[in-house]
Antibody, heavy 117, light 110 residues
Framework: QVVLVQSGTEVKKPGASVRISCEAS????????IHWVRQAPGQGLEWMAW????????KYSQNFQGRITVSKDTSANTAYMEVRSLRSEDTAIYYC??????????WGPGTLVTVSS | QSALTQPPSASGSPGQSVTISCTGT?????????VSWYQQKPGKAPKLMIY???KRPSGVPDRFSGSKSGNTASLTVSGLQAEDEADYYC??????????FGGGTKLTVL
């Protein structure tokens, strides 16, 4: 079965960076894009970026352009997202998800990132 | 790119039907067939309920249906059940920014 496993909870100080991982299993990793979506406490979903299943360049939301980098290691079936220059407003649950025809059919459990001084 | 517009809340009694709207623009909802809907219960990751405007993934009850007219997509839940109480989010592919979500609708089963 398809499973996405994300790295654990992070607590960071303002200005720091965080790298979140998303390890996929149960399907050919190279056949599906991976999306990154976040949800601030009590708020809605916000799409951040996707990393292509192939050789296409990643696509970033304009809201995060220049502050995040997504990547993948196909040999490890793992996608990554780095968020830099963290601020308190970046406190959120960060989800990875498997693309299915421009929807997300499988979601990771989420990684809580807390930014606090 | 602005978020898609959803009503903040919706409600209905068990057995009734409820429709949740999702309004975008001619650059996202109106331009592509890639509208999807997600159900999210407290403390859980979202769950895909509808993709490509009208299609249901395996395992999603046929009480859930999707449609689109112009720049507005809709999710209809027929025969409401207590277990349908959740937050619902629409999502569309869009020119320029790639993807955009709606602000979410809290569905209450009375």
């Amino acid at each position: 079965q398809v499973v996405l496993v994300q790295s654990g909870t992070e607590v960071k100080k303002p200005g720091a960076s965080v790298r979140i991982s998303c390890e996929a299993s149960g399907y050919p990793f190279s056949r599906h894009h991976i999306h990154w979506v976040r949800q601030a406490p009590g708020q809605g979903l916000e799409w951040m970026a996707w990393v292509s299943s192939g050789s296409d360049e990643p696509k970033y939301s304009q809201n995060f352009q220049g502050r995040i980098t997504v990547s993948k290691d196909t040999s490890a079936n793992t996608a990554y997202m780095e968020v830099r220059s963290l601020r308190s407003e970046d406190t959120a649950i960060y989800y990875c998800g498997r693309d299915f025809g421009w929807s997300i059919d499988y979601w990771g459990p989420g990684t809580l990132v807390t930014v606090s001084s | 790119q602005s978020a898609l517009t959803q009503p903040p809340s919706a409600s209905g009694s068990p057995g009734q039907s409820v429709t949740i709207s999702c309004t975008g623009t001619s650059s996202d909802v109106g331009a592509y067939k890639y509208v999807s809907w997600y159900q999210q219960k407290p403390g859980k990751a979202p769950k895909l309920m509808i993709y490509e405007v009208t299609k249901r993934p395996s395992g999603v009850p046929d009480r859930f249906s999707g449609s689109k007219s112009g720049n507005t997509a809709s999710l209809t839940v027929s025969g409401l059940q207590a277990e349908d109480e959740a937050d619902y989010y629409c999502n569309s592919y869009g020119a320029g920014d790639g993807w955009v979500f709606g602000g979410g609708t809290k569905l209450t089963v009375l």
